[in-house]
């Protein structure tokens, strides 16, 4: 007898964006969580001042 098929792989573990609460797979989820439509305005400014950006219009 053939042996039987190797069963497939796992999907990739899923992370839950703390700002949407959408899951995402494990290497997205950073991009999405620094452009989430749901993040309030405080993480943008501080995200952005920690690379020494600022998104506020001077």
């Known amino acids: 007898r053939p042996p039987p098929p190797p069963p497939p ?3 990739p573990p899923l ?3 703390i700002h ?3 899951e995402f ?3 997205q989820v ?3 969580e620094k452009s989430c439509p749901k993040m309030p305005r405080s993480c943008i400014d501080r995200f952005f001042s920690f690379f020494g950006f600022s998104s506020k219009k001077k």
Do not use: K, T, Y
Request: charged share 25%; aromatic share 0%.
């Open 30 to 32: 950073d991009d999405h």
């Open 9 to 11: 792989p796992p999907p």
């Open 25 to 27: 797979p494990q290497d």
């Open 20 to 22: 949407c609460n959408n």
């Open 15 to 17: 992370i839950r964006c």
